[in-house]
């Protein structure tokens, strides 16, 4: 519980295995507390997807900020040329096998 405000950050990315009480509790908590909070959509599940959506309806209207995790790896990465994105890109072949399969063949963009 104090780890986070101890690091010193106000921005926290944050994921669980259920949206209505793992991600969704702590996110309004710690919205409530100042802090930029984002929960990843896709690295989180719900009872059912009305749940799921539900439960993020209720956080952005808390002010959360929801991304994906591939929308997080890549704002992280910034800039595609740096010597490290090698290493994100193998992260994202492994992660997404069939879709870079596909765009490797050209049937998608």
């Known amino acids: 519980r104090h ?3 101890a ?3 106000k921005k926290v990315v944050i ?3 259920w949206t209505e009480v793992c ?3 702590p996110t309004l908590d710690m919205l409530a507390e100042g802090f930029e909070v984002y929960p990843v959509a896709d690295a989180v599940g719900g009872i ?3 749940a799921h959506d539900t439960a993020f309806q209720r956080m952005v209207q ?3 900020q929801p991304i994906t995790a591939i929308q997080f790896g890549s704002e992280l990465m910034r800039n595609w040329a740096r010597e490290s994105s090698d290493k994100f890109r193998q992260v994202l072949r492994w992660y997404f096998p069939k879709r ?3 765009m490797k063949e050209g049937k998608i963009g």
């Open 48 to 50: 059912s997807p009305v």
């Open 62 to 64: 808390a002010g959360a």
């Open 15 to 17: 994921a669980g295995l």
């Open 100 to 102: 870079f399969g596909l």
């Open 23 to 25: 991600l969704t509790f």
């Open 7 to 9: 690091t010193g950050r």
């Open 3 to 5: 780890a986070v405000p």
